[in-house]
């Protein structure tokens, strides 16, 4: 048995998550993470096997909603897009109807990848794709929470997970393009705003994020596989750092099933520390830290390879 994952099992018996943006990547790991450790899990997004979202890939939410069920929870898929204020208050309707309670929302929705012109100044930028990335990272989330929150803070002990990309660190780095440093330094802010929100309801709101992630459309870019990705190292040699979806799963399955979790309120993690903290690997037995190594050697220039910070 895989020690990492039956260190949680069981331990989200009973409750019952929304990852909001779960059709594939981060958002999928962290649904499947969450219902090998027992729970209920409603997974949405807006490609199914009827059709496919702008983004074009051909990953589903039913897949992941079976992959929830294989890992022993209960996945259910519900296709949402989360930019329709109607379709997530009959989402979250559902959800109150079947069950009654909601204890984990992940708000993961992004979608925007193919929208960013990087090296790019806000005056040459295509004005519909930035306004669009900040439609999908930013009011997606907002929407969401809206009308999810009511639900999850009827009982004390709720957990709120913003996903970004790059810690609050890390993001005082401008990312290149206006419209996507903003898009990915909001829902950090957002989990410090939440945090403030839900503190009287006992509720939690992190944000976190992955590390260089190997995804399946960064697989694809790089043309290799989850097997063997050490090929791409050779074109970009930071890849060597890189880490599989399911590494920020387990990092946020760990954090729901922390009694404790509170003390993470407001707070901006990277999984990387999540697994110092909760003591997991990722699948491959390693446990990268991303951030310390673009710290380290990176921006730091510390001679040292990836595999010291694996």
């Known amino acids: 048995m895989d020690t990492t994952a039956s260190a949680y099992a069981g331990k989200l018996a009973g409750k019952v998550a929304l990852v909001a943006g779960a059709t594939r990547g ?8 969450l219902g090998a450790a027992g729970a209920t899990v409603y997974v949405t997004g807006r490609t199914t096997r009827a059709r496919r979202s702008e983004v074009g890939r051909p990953e589903t939410i039913e897949e992941t909603a079976e992959l929830v069920t294989a890992a022993g929870g209960t996945g259910i898929a519900v296709p949402t ?7 997530v208050k009959a989402l979250v309707e559902r959800i109150d109807r079947e069950q009654g309670r909601l204890d984990v929302l992940v ?5 925007g990848d193919h929208l960013i012109e990087f090296d790019t100044k806000v005056w040459e930028v295509d004005l519909d794709k930035g306004l669009r990335m900040l439609r999908l990272s930013v009011e997606t989330h907002a929407i969401t929470s809206h009308y999810a929150l009511p639900l999850l803070i009827r009982r004390p002990g709720g957990l709120v997970v913003e996903v970004t990309d790059g810690t609050a660190e890390f993001n005082k780095t401008y990312r290149d393009n206006l419209f996507f440093d903003l898009a990915k330094n909001a829902p950090i802010r957002m989990a410090f705003g939440l945090a403030k929100e839900l503190a009287e309801y006992g509720g939690t709101a992190v944000s976190v994020t992955p590390g260089f992630l190997r ?12 097997a063997t990705w050490r090929d791409a190292i050779a074109k970009s040699p ?5 880490e599989s979806p399911r590494f920020l799963g387990r990092g946020v399955a760990s954090l729901a099933a922390d009694p404790e979790k509170g003390r993470w309120s407001g707070k901006s993690v990277s999984s990387g520390e999540l697994a110092k903290v909760y003591d997991f690997d990722d699948a491959d037995g390693s446990r990268p830290d991303c951030f310390a190594y673009f710290a380290d050697v990176v921006f730091g220039g510390k001679v040292a390879s990836a595999e010291e910070y694996r």
Do not use: P, Y
């Open 26 to 33: 981060a958002g999928r790991a962290m649904a499947v993470e």
């Open 81 to 87: 897009d989360h930019l329709e204020r109607e379709q």
């Open 107 to 111: 708000n993961d929705v992004w979608g």
């Open 215 to 226: 995804s399946e459309e960064m697989l694809d870019h790089f043309g290799v596989t989850e």
């Open 238 to 242: 930071h890849f060597a750092i890189a």
